[in-house]
């Protein structure tokens, strides 16, 4: 039997497949999986179910099949931990002076989805790179250009609407499907990328707006960290009377803005022409008290808007490149983000886009 270490690069080589592996070292799939260096490879990964094709005449077990998911209470200590952790250690931010002058009846909706902090592209197969030191600087600069042409609203929403990072863990792989994916950098640099520029996009909110909002939507890509996310800048920013933090427990977000109700979802769960009556049912409250309604989600990485009976579905597109995936796939559509000013009574009233061929220049 091998040890860990070992067995990585074959496993790795054979793009963690259990069969093509035990191939090449010679032994029975079974065998390999008995192996402790392959459970901890395969870790946080547990079997949960099993099915084996044995021969009647003989009794002997031709092939077995083993269906694996994540061990979701592994994840939840995990997270629960590391959220003790950085409760306990984490600095609070004091409370920043408000600016002078603000419109009181606008608010200012700034959307990122689809970001994917710490994914790798090449131009060569998408048409434009990406890694971690472009994300960053596109980033920042895409929202410094946002508030600048914005009205100075009172409220700022920042709303990081979804897959804001591109893996969720150590495995560069999606959660639910397992997808293999290019990433970037080592997923503890991609942690504390996520936590400095969100820290940076609220500052910069906070300059120019009188309250600012953060919501960190779920995502696909990142069910797990979008939530320890949230949940560790809910304690950062405890001392700050003039941000706010969505806890919401479930991928659906709502904000109110005088007679608008904004909805945002990522669009990983719910199809877009579903998303009005979901909204109706799950917040009634807000439904009612409100007159115009929006609701905005991602997911698709292209621009679509369409009204159904008087509720707007808003799809935002993404500013990150597109990957190897996408560009073999033939998926195209232009890169950009947008922010969105509200009124009070009027609803929508503004809009300014921004895209990297605006940045770069």
Not at 226 to 235: I, K, P, Q, T, Y
Not at 258 to 265: D, N
Request: with cysteine; net charge negative; aromatic share 8%.
């Amino acid at each position: 039997m091998m040890n860990a270490e070992e067995l990585r690069p074959i496993y790795e080589r054979n793009n963690r497949n259990a069969q093509r592996t035990a191939d090449e070292l010679g032994v029975k799939a079974s065998t390999l999986k008995s192996w402790d260096s392959y459970r901890e490879l395969r870790s946080p990964f547990v079997v949960t179910g099993r099915t084996t094709l044995t021969n009647l005449q003989t009794g002997e077990q031709v092939l077995q099949w083993e269906r694996e998911s994540l061990d979701r209470e592994r994840i939840e200590e995990a997270r629960e931990a590391a959220l003790q952790a950085l409760s306990a250690n984490l600095p609070r931010v004091a409370a920043a002076k408000a600016p002078k002058a603000f419109n009181d009846d606008l608010c200012n909706l700034y959307t990122f989805t689809d970001y994917h902090l710490g994914m790798l592209a090449w131009r060569k197969e998408g048409g434009e790179d990406w890694d971690l030191d472009i994300a960053e600087r596109t980033l920042i600069s895409s929202l410094g250009a946002m508030i600048s042409q914005s009205p100075k609203a009172h409220t700022a929403i920042i709303n990081i609407q979804g897959d804001f990072l591109h893996t969720d863990g150590k495995i560069p792989q999606t959660p639910a499907h397992h997808h293999v994916l290019d990433a970037d950098t080592r997923f503890p640099k991609l942690r504390k990328a996520a936590i400095r520029l969100i820290r940076h996009m609220v500052a910069m909110a906070l300059e120019s707006h009188a309250a600012v909002h953060l919501i960190i939507a779920e995502g696909n890509h990142d069910e797990e960290s979008s939530g320890w996310l949230a949940d560790a800048f809910g304690v950062i920013y405890e001392n700050e009377p003039r941000i706010t933090v969505d806890d919401a427990a479930l991928p659906f977000y709502v904000f109110e803005w005088g007679r608008t109700m904004l909805g945002i979802h990522h669009g990983h769960k719910v199809k877009n022409e579903q998303l009005p009556l979901l909204f109706a049912a799950q917040f009634p409250e807000a439904w009612g008290r409100t007159k115009k309604r929006e609701i905005h989600c991602g997911h698709r990485h292209h621009r679509d808007e369409k009204e159904y009976n008087g509720v707007t579905v808003v799809q935002h597109p993404t500013l990150a490149a597109r990957d190897a995936y996408a560009a073999r796939g033939g998926w195209i559509a232009d890169r950009s983000a947008q922010s969105i000013t509200y009124h009070k009574e009027y609803g929508q009233v503004g809009r300014v886009c921004v895209c990297p061929e605006m940045i770069a220049a």
